[in-house]
């Protein structure tokens, strides 16, 4: 069974970064599509970003150009390369498929909080 972790939150200070790793068990990762989303309190679960297997990437208008999304195949990990933080992107970030692709269980998440 495909099990997915999180790692790499914590608390940051407004204008912070931060990187997110993502640790995906199996051996076909390599031709997984995988993407990152977040969730905070009282809020849905929405997209942040995707990452094809051919490495195309993808990102929701809310982090264009302040996070990055990138794989290493080699140690079945997923990254967020996360920049410029501000109190709006505090959520619990997880990682998963895109759901066009089917999700996997989910991970127990990694907690990010902005905040001086």
């Known amino acids: 069974q495909v099990q997915l972790v999180e790692s790499g939150g914590g608390l940051v200070q407004p204008g912070g970064s931060l990187r997110l790793s993502c640790s995906v068990s199996?051996?076909?990762?390599?031709?997984?599509?995988m993407a990152w989303y977040r969730q905070a309190p009282g809020n849905q679960r929405e997209l942040v970003a995707t990452i094809s297997s051919g490495r195309t990437t993808n990102y929701a208008d809310f982090v264009k150009g302040r996070f990055t999304i990138s794989r290493d195949n080699t140690k079945n990990t997923v990254y967020l390369q996360m920049n410029s933080l501000n109190a709006e992107d505090t959520a619990v970030y997880y990682c998963?498929?895109?759901?066009?692709?089917?999700?996997?269980?989910w991970g127990q998440g990694t907690q990010v909080t902005v905040s001086s």
């Open positions: 199996g051996r076909i990762f390599n031709f997984y599509d």
């Open positions: 998963n498929r895109p759901k066009s692709a089917g999700w996997i269980s």
